[in-house]
C-alpha cells in the first residue's frame, strides 16, 4: 500500500512540474515572439546565422525539459544574429513545450491507473450495488405481472391504476426485449469481472 500512495504521489508531483515548465515556456514564447522577433521583423533586419556547427532542435528541446538549456550570450550590437537566435529560441520552446506535453500526458495515463487501482474495491462495490437493484427490479416486475395476470384469470376487467409501470421499468428479465437490452448487457457484464456471481442471479 505504501509503495503505491509513493508512486501515485510521484505521478502527480510530475504532472505539476510540467505543467509549470509548460506554462513558463509559453510565457518565453509569447515574450520572445512579441519582443524579441516581431519588432526586428518590422524594421527590416535581416537574419544571420552565427554558428559554425550544426544545431539539433530536438536535442536542445529534450536539454531544455532536463534543465540544462544553453544560455546565449549577449549579442545586442548584432541584430541579424539576435534575430536568427530569437527564432531558434521559438523553434526550441515549441519543440520542448510539445515533449512536456508528451510526457505529461504518459504521467496522466499512469496517475490514472494508480486511481483506479486505488478505488477500485469502492467502484466494484458500487456497480454491485446496482447490479443487485436490477436484478430485485426485474424479480419486482415480473411478480406484478404475475399478479396482473392472475387478476384477468380470476375474471377481473379492471386495470390496476399502477399497471404499465414495469415496461417503463426494464421490463421482465426474460425473454429478451429492447426494453431489458441494456441492463441485460450491463448484468452480463458485472458477470464477467465477477462483480456479480450466478447465485446473485438464480436468488
Not at 502527480?12 to 510540467?18: D, H, L, T, W
Amino acid at each position: 500500500m505504501r509503495k503505491q500512495q509513493t508512486s501515485e504521489s510521484n505521478a502527480a508531483e510530475k504532472i505539476r512540474a510540467i505543467g509549470a515548465k509548460i506554462s513558463g515556456w509559453n510565457a518565453e514564447l509569447r515574450e520572445t515572439i512579441d519582443n524579441q522577433i516581431v519588432p526586428r521583423e518590422r524594421s527590416g533586419v535581416v537574419e544571420i546565422n552565427p554558428d559554425d556547427f550544426s544545431y539539433d532542435v530536438d536535442a536542445a528541446a529534450h536539454a531544455r525539459l532536463n534543465g540544462a538549456a544553453y544560455v546565449l550570450a549577449s549579442t545586442e550590437k548584432k541584430p541579424g544574429i539576435e534575430l536568427f537566435l530569437a527564432r531558434r529560441k521559438v523553434k526550441e520552446l515549441r519543440r520542448a513545450i510539445e515533449l512536456a506535453e508528451q510526457q505529461s500526458f504518459t504521467a496522466r495515463q499512469d496517475l490514472g491507473r494508480e486511481l483506479l487501482a486505488k478505488h477500485d474495491d469502492e467502484i466494484r462495490a458500487l456497480h454491485r450495488d446496482r447490479a443487485l437493484v436490477l436484478l430485485k427490479l426485474f424479480q419486482i416486475n415480473g411478480e406484478l405481472e404475475q399478479m396482473r395476470l392472475k387478476l384477468i384469470r380470476e375474471g377481473s376487467g379492471t386495470p390496476h391504476p399502477m399497471d404499465g409501470w414495469s415496461q417503463r421499468l426494464f421490463g421482465l428479465a426474460n425473454p429478451n426485449t429492447q426494453l431489458n437490452a441494456w441492463p441485460k448487457k450491463y448484468l452480463a457484464e458485472c458477470l464477467k469481472q465477477n462483480i456479480i456471481t450466478e447465485k446473485d442471479i438464480e436468488a
